[in-house]
């Protein structure tokens, strides 16, 4: 008897062995990662960075796909669609989860429900950038100026509910006065149309913004984290004025939901040792960027509490759903 139980343990083995050996080890091949924002952009060159780091770690084709539209949401129902399997790996942003859902009464995806975070590459400011030929040094300039030339002034950003379209719509709502809003495809578009003098302003990421403020083509007044940036330490918060003024902005990798537990925290795992390297934070810091790898778990939890902090704002703001 103890032979036929050690020969059925054996046989166990071998075909739990055998079971094993026949599932494939995550990539065999080529991954597509979704961008929703077109190429050239702050959440384009995050992924980026992540696609190359992993197709020189695993030999396979990383493949950055832009699906741009209405502020980063027409690529997240796309991404929302995509086989379970992690093949397909998308690129979403404070915009697209956290914000859209409020502003934006069909979407074609659930923020919660259709994705799997697995974990976020960075955070960063927005930065308040204006046209050259505004009369303005500082922000308490800014304001004085909006409020003497009310429905005068244009912004632009990636589109209605996107995390440059926000900070815009509360400071006309606490100064008192109406800006015409200028929805554009991405942040060169924005910083093109602002340098040649079409709008007026834009709160645009700081990745593009300040680069533009250092050659002078644009003017700097403030930046929207709630602490001063430490690529800019001269630029001002807006929370300096008005207190408790925080809107920044992340990047952060999803997949649609269904990915296996263990494929989840293979890629966060890669993410986090990606983001870790000294030349990466050294490069984002360079552009403003807080590389801030965490586990699918941690993401989950950031991502419920964004979407929760987003609909006071969005609803402080007096946005009407789209």
């Known amino acids: 008897m103890k032979k036929l139980f050690a020969a059925l343990a054996g046989a166990l083995a071998l075909i739990s062995t055998a079971a094993v050996a026949q599932t494939p ?13 077109t190429a050239g952009g702050t959440t384009d060159l995050f992924a980026r960075i992540f696609t190359q780091a992993m197709q020189q770690k695993y030999n396979v084709p990383f493949v950055v796909e832009n699906r741009a539209g209405a ?20 690129v979403g942003t404070a915009s697209t989860h956290a914000i859209a859902p409020y502003v934006y009464k069909q ?14 590459f960075a955070t ?4 308040l950038v204006i046209a050259n030929n505004i009369p303005a040094r500082n922000f308490a300039e800014f304001v004085a100026y909006a409020k003497a030339n009310p429905g005068k002034l244009n912004y632009g950003s990636s ?40 709008i007026h302003l ?16 644009v003017r700097a007044i403030a930046v929207t984290s709630a602490q001063r940036s430490p690529t800019a330490p001269d630029v001002p918060t807006i929370a300096e004025t008005f207190p408790g003024f925080d809107i920044g902005t992340w990047h952060g990798l999803f997949a649609p939901t269904g990915l296996p537990r263990d494929v989840a925290e293979k890629i966060a795992a890669d ?13 984002l810091k360079e552009i403003g960027a807080v590389a801030s790898p965490n586990t699918p778990d941690a993401f989950t939890a950031f991502s419920r509490s964004e979407r929760e902090r987003y609909q006071r704002i969005v609803r402080e703001a007096r946005i009407e759903p789209q």
């Open 202 to 217: 834009a709160f645009d990421n700081i990745t593009f913004a300040w680069p533009q403020a250092q050659g002078g083509t």
């Open 71 to 90: 502020g980063g949401t027409v690529g997240a129902g796309a991404a929302a669609r995509g086989p379970k399997d992690g093949y397909t790996l998308f």
């Open 124 to 127: 960063l400011p927005n930065m």
């Open 271 to 283: 993410v986090k040792e990606i983001f870790s390297r000294p030349d990466v934070v050294a490069r």
């Open 25 to 37: 080890a995550w990539p065999q091949r080529q991954v597509t990662v979704i961008v929703p924002f």
């Open 159 to 198: 589109g209605i509910g996107a995390s440059n379209h926000i900070p815009a719509e509360i400071i006309s709502n606490l100064i008192g006065t109406p800006m015409t809003h200028i929805p554009f495809r991405s942040s060169n578009e924005i910083m093109n149309a602002l340098v040649g003098g079409h």
């Open 107 to 120: 979407l074609s995806y659930d923020a919660d429900r259709d994705f799997q975070p697995i974990s976020l």
